[in-house]
């Protein structure tokens, strides 16, 4: 792996981990850190021996937000020409499961590098939200956007026009985490449940992935063309094959991701 200056990036046991390493600053995401978060999750995407990949914050937080003294005197052809968010577009394209942990705050900028897992597990004590509105801005790297696909219009209006934090009861109340977990226990259930996936055939789990992606943008015609492509797609697949072998003959499966 790369070296990097605001993260810590590990592997073990199929499990690809990274870590935002900015704690004396609550894990405020500055731009050099995005590109890193970025390239660190390529990196696992890359590597064969890495089926899952988990990210979460080192210290109090997770991530309380954007670093606001980097952008504070930023002008708008400034943001324009600087076009910072193509970085964060680069992680819709990862195909391996990436689960969140988050304890203490998800604020801002990262209540969206949040947002941008395909699950969230979170501390009981964790929260929530979008305080841009009180600093006469808005969120801009898909905030408004996830979030309403996840939890409706209503919900996201109060959520973003209010600037208010939302508790972890809530969160998973609506929809926008999988599990409130106690937070002495978040990692170890986090890590559970990640090697449980890693246990899966990954091509079965990669085309899931893409499936349920599209299911949000597709209309349901659209979306179910694409699923069954790649429910067809599988039949190709030599864990197809072990798959159904091995259930036809009661015994575990050997998948090799092939």
């Known amino acids: 792996m790369s070296k990097h200056e605001y993260i810590a990036v590990s592997e073990r046991d199929g499990l690809g981990f990274i870590e935002l390493n900015r704690p004396k600053v609550l894990n405020a995401i500055n731009r050099p850190m995005v590109s890193e978060i970025v390239e660190a999750f390529e990196e696992f995407d890359r590597n064969d021996n890495v089926k899952v990949i988990i990210l979460s914050g080192k210290g109090r937080a997770f991530a309380a937000g954007a670093d606001i003294d980097e952008m504070s005197e930023d002008g708008a052809i400034d943001l324009e020409l600087l076009n910072q968010f193509t970085e964060w577009d680069r992680l819709a394209w990862i ?5 969140g942990a988050v304890q203490g705050f ?28 009180n600093l006469g801005v808005m969120p801009g790297a898909g905030g408004t956007q996830r979030l309403t696909k996840l939890i409706g219009k209503s919900r996201a209006m109060e959520w973003l026009l209010s600037g208010d934090r939302f508790t972890a009861a809530q969160a998973l109340e609506w929809g926008v985490i999988n599990r409130a977990i106690a937070p002495e226990l978040l990692m170890e259930e986090t890590e559970k449940f990640a090697k449980k996936l890693a246990s899966k055939p990954s091509l079965s789990i990669r085309l899931i992935k893409e499936s349920v992606h599209k299911a949000v943008d597709y209309s349901l015609y659209e979306g179910m063309q694409y699923e069954r492509k790649n429910f067809y797609l599988l039949f190709a697949s030599e864990d197809q094959k072990e798959g159904m072998k091995a259930f036809v003959e009661k015994r575990k499966p050997h998948f090799k991701g092939k």
Do not use: H, Q, R
Request: glycine share 12%; hydrophobic share 50%.
């Open 95 to 99: 195909k391996k499961p990436i689960i």
């Open 106 to 133: 998800a604020l801002g900028g990262g209540f969206e590098l949040a947002l941008c897992c395909d699950m969230l597990f979170a501390a009981e004590d964790a929260s929530f939200g979008f305080p841009e509105v």
